[in-house]
């Protein structure tokens, strides 16, 4: 699939519905890679037009996913969706952040540095350096800890290291604490990002490298 979910706007003869959401303890849309490697979608959105056909959808979202897995390698499971008081929530789990880009025709990349380089991510930029909790000033919030930008040789010197790579404009949560972050990307927690507002980026898709361990 070239766009992501594009098949949910055909089912509901609307405008684009969905664009990922978080787990039980998240509210923003987010797209979350797991420690084995899956990635997990979660989609809450408005469903309250009368036009709106919560059976149709449901039929349409099995139909596409059945389809896709029939004719590639990958699997993709729709771990729920339903329509519940005008909202409606969809969450899809892909085996890898491969399989998550195949299928929604986004770039996405989860590995180690190395192997990031190996498929021609460059690195060759600055990256925000993130603080732990250890370093937040008392009463500050945790984009306060913030510490300046270092060049990238800093970043693919550290083995430790773990990297998850993906164009997008909604919140990004992955499985370890955040070390660096590049360009145009706000931390919104210990785990969790989401592109810059401020100079409009979050307008559209951006590429987000987000370094963890």
Known sequence: MKKRLAFLCAASAAAALFSGCGGADVTESTVELKKNGRIVEYTVEDFSESYYDSGELQSYIDSAVEEW????EGSVRVKRSEVEDGTAYLTIQYDSAETFSDFNGIECFSGS???AQAEGYDFDMDFVQVGGEEDEPEGSSLEAAIQPV?????????????VLIIRSHVDVRVPGEIAYVSDHVNVEGGDTVRADEDDGSAEHDVLLYVLYK
Request: hydrophobic content about 30%; cysteine-free.
């Open 69 to 72: 897995t029939g004719a590639n």
């Open 150 to 162: 270092v060049p990238g040789e800093t970043v693919t010197g550290d083995d430790e290291l773990k």
């Open 113 to 115: 540095i190395v192997q």
